[in-house]
């Protein structure tokens, strides 16, 4: 746009009424109405009434905002003694009709009749507003032929527009018919047509008619275009629209509109996910599909299926943490206070959160990017290994998720829906990702070991991804579709039975075995943690109540049978709320200390659950097992016997699974081979054996009771007991070898419960051995053996 072009020479200089107004801007020969609403503006009416009714309107100067948009240079010409936001060029015009309103103002219909300068502002004795001005001086003349074809161009347009804006005046039409001066001509195209304010009275303050001719044919072309525009979009999509698309059909047209005239959008939603997604950090792969999909948002009515499903996704995509993560602490020192301080032993595991620490600091120091470790955390129910990821969680100051996959059978759990579904969600990671807000939380996966695999799907397969350090930079999950980084994540998979993970699952996680927990360890657990709980749970801590360590060893002896400590914490829970009824029925006095004893537990949990695990006396034909079960290790007794009379039969009960059964045989075999000499080979075939492992209605499998069974079976054989307080755990083959056996943690520990003094080991498991707690080895004399003679040599001295 052309700055305002103004010439003030004309003719003498006169005075006439003023009245002030912000709109309409009136041209010359144009009809308008203008309202009167000050004290002034009315009494100024009134002195015009009685003057000829010829008033002067000069208009307010549009602000500049409304400038800039429309590109209009420069500035307007504006009174400078006084009031500088009044334009100094307006228009004389004769009052046609005066219309008194009921709140005192009033409306006036008035012709333009000449384009005026303002000279200066006057005032009446009576303080009346009056002006002194210059009618303008209009450069250019009717016969000018450059004029003349300018005003047909502009007569051109107006008509082609006319036809489309049917709200333009047909009666402008007829006066094309006849030959008119340019300077009306353009005024009266200029009053009809719809511009806005700024643009009218840029066209009434310009003097040279050429200019003003030109200017407003640029804007005339420019509404034509908008309006081809908008014929354009309807013949392209016209046969696409139905009775049901006539809104988006609207819509479009309006965002062209709108587009083309640089409006920002309406939609309160598009507008709100707009100023959200300026203030998230995002990828620049993830901001530009989520531009793309505000556009198509755009487009759609807000009563459309797909609109709410294009909103919930772009909720979603910007609500996750792409790269928000937490700072994490590094000091290894406080790191492992605190996971002292909320478990006892463990040390496995917390060694091997310090090492990832350690690793992460000497890494963050060089500027490098540290992957977190994928950890399974496998051992019986109630050892601590949900627990233990709360304090990895507190220890390194992330976030923590749990997720429990027991009984999961659909993979869209874990890698969500497609959007399209009617439902549809993310999946389980990264629904929790959204709800921490951090992308390195730690996280989680609980009871993998029981995720279900059938014909309804197989999850397992889905979290192979999920765990592989390869892959997880680039998760994709069905409704996000974008590839989430995951490797910053500290993933934690808790299992009670490795068996029943599945391979590939298995070989892509560090796996640290958990084993239960000694009798002595479990007392200081109790010690530390779960009595000054139940003491505050129960509302027991202002009363001096005290557990000796006699106490807690009957409650662990007699009244729990587990590996972890889960049992444990409800019994000392059933002590505590029955000691509070004897005090709240005053059988007690809560004023006095007390201390327990072992006769009081017997009062408040009633007689023993059970019976503690002691070795019998020796005898002929029997030795000593050691089994591991689910909830810690036990003494595993086995009894031989020959029955005369037989045909070298061998008969074996105690519910036992195949694989037992089939070192039970080996041994048979073995010690058939290596009887010893004063045995007449013709006794194996005259008597049937039987090999029976009691607590019949327990199932029992695996291969390591093979030398218990071999010594039991020589013992038989040679007549003879083996000695006394006496275990062992091994496997044999049919050389004699006794090979390495699983779980030697918690078979000792069986063992000393049961009052165990020695065990034989396979020499195979030495190393294990050495790993085990120092208590542990210093409660019993550990033999490790290679092969079964150098057992007979300990089991029978």
């Known amino acids: 746009m052309p700055t305002p072009d103004i010439s003030i020479d004309g003719g003498l200089e006169n005075s006439a009424f003023l009245i002030r107004s912000r709109e309409p801007v009136i041209f010359p020969f144009a009809l308008a109405t203008v309202t009167a609403a000050s004290t002034e503006d009315i009494a100024a009416v009134a002195g015009a009434m009685s003057n000829e009714r010829v008033i002067a309107v000069f208009n307010e100067v549009p602000t500049r905002k409304e400038m800039d948009l429309l590109q209009i240079k420069g500035v307007f010409p504006h009174f400078k003694d006084r009031n500088s936001c009044r334009c100094s060029i307006g228009t004389l015009v004769r009052i046609v009709k005066v219309l008194n309103m009921p709140d005192g103002s009033c409306k006036l219909a008035v012709r333009g009749l000449k384009r005026i300068v303002g000279i200066s502002l006057l005032a009446t004795a009576d303080n009346v507003p009056m002006v002194r001005y210059k009618v303008m001086n209009e450069t250019g003349n009717a016969e000018n032929a450059k004029l003349a074809g300018r005003l047909r161009a502009l007569q051109r347009m107006y008509s082609e527009l006319s036809i489309v804006r049917r709200e333009l005046p047909d009666e402008l039409m007829l006066d094309f018919a006849t030959p008119c001066a340019p300077v009306r001509g353009a005024d009266q195209i200029a009053d009809a047509v719809n511009l806005s304010y700024a643009e009218k009275l840029l066209l009434l303050v310009t003097s040279d008619v050429d200019k003003r001719l030109e200017m407003l044919s640029v804007m005339l072309n420019r509404e034509l275009e908008i309006v081809r525009l908008g014929m354009q979009l309807q013949t392209e999509v016209q046969e696409a629209v139905g009775a049901s698309q006539r809104e988006f059909f609207l819509r479009e047209q309006l965002r062209v509109i709108k587009q083309e005239l640089g409006e920002i959008s309406s939609n309160s ?144 759990e874990i890698r969500g829906h497609r959007r399209t579904y009617i439902g549809a969600m993310p999946g389980r990671i990264v629904q929790n990702l959204k709800r921490v807000g951090t992308a390195n939380p730690v996280f989680m996966l609980d009871e993998v070991d029981k995720l ?276 062992m755990t091994g496997e044999i083959t049919l050389q004699g070898r006794v090979t390495a056996i699983g779980g030697i943690r918690e078979k000792l520990v069986g063992a000393i419960r049961a009052g165990i003094k020695e065990v034989l080991v396979p020499e195979a498991n030495k190393k294990d051995v050495s790993e085990l707690p120092e208590n542990i080895k210093k409660s019993l004399k550990i033999h490790f053996v290679s092969n079964f003679n150098e057992a007979m040599k300990i089991a029978f001295k």
């Open 452 to 727: 279900a695999h059938d014909f309804r799907g197989d999850p397992a397969s889905a979290l192979l991804e999920v765990l592989d350090p390869e892959q997880n930079n680039a998760f994709n999950d069905n409704f996000v579709e974008l590839p989430l980084d995951l490797s910053k994540v500290f993933f934690i998979a808790t299992a009670n039975v490795l068996e029943d993970i599945p391979g590939p699952l298995r070989d892509r996680m560090e796996v640290i075995r958990l084993s239960g927990y000694t009798a002595l360890e479990k007392k200081e657990i109790a010690k530390r943690y779960l009595i000054p709980r139940q003491l505050k749970e129960n509302g027991l801590t202002d009363c001096r109540i005290s557990f000796p360590s006699v106490v807690i060893n009957e409650i662990i002896d007699g009244y729990t049978m587990e590996a972890g400590v889960r049992e444990l914490d409800r019994v000392i829970a059933r002590v505590c709320r029955r000691i509070a009824m004897r005090f709240i029925d005053k059988q007690w006095d809560d004023s006095k200390p007390l201390k327990l004893d072992v006769k009081m537990i017997g009062e408040l949990l009633g007689s023993r659950k059970y019976l503690t695990d002691k070795v019998a006396k020796p005898q002929v034909g029997c030795a000593t097992g050691m089994a591991w079960t689910s909830v810690g290790g036990v003494i595993l007794p086995v009894e031989t016997l020959a029955i005369p009379g037989g045909k070298g039969n061998l008969k074996l009960t105690g519910s036992l699974g195949k694989v037992m059964l089939e070192s039970a045989e080996a041994a048979f075999s073995y010690i058939r081979s290596h009887a010893p000499d004063k045995i007449n080979p013709e006794f194996f075939t005259e008597h049937d054996f039987h090999i029976h492992v009691p607590d019949g209605a327990t199932p029992k499998d695996g291969p390591s009771a093979g030398v218990t069974i071999a010594l039991a079976l020589m013992s038989l054989l040679r007549n003879k007991p083996l000695i006394s307080q006496l275990a």
């Open 269 to 412: 939603d598009v507008v709100e996910l707009t100023a959200k997604m300026d203030n998230a950090n995002l990828p620049e792969n993830v901001s530009s599909a989520v531009k793309k999909e505000l556009e198509r948002l755009e487009l759609l009515p807000q009563s459309a299926p797909e609109y709410h499903i294009s909103y919930n996704y772009i909720n979603t995509i910007l609500d996750l943490p792409w790269l928000v993560f937490s700072e994490d602490q590094l000091d290894c020192k406080i790191a492992a206070n605190i996971l002292d301080a909320d478990h006892f032993g463990l040390e496995d595991v917390k060694k091997r959160i310090l090492e990832f620490l350690a690793v992460m600091q000497r890494r963050n120091d060089q500027k490098d990017i540290c992957r977190a470790p994928i950890l399974c955390l496998v051992g019986p129910p109630g050892v601590g290994k949900t627990s233990i990821g709360r304090s990895i969680a507190r220890a390194m100051q992330r976030e923590f998720i749990r997720v429990s996959f027991g009984g999961v059978r659909d993979e869209a």
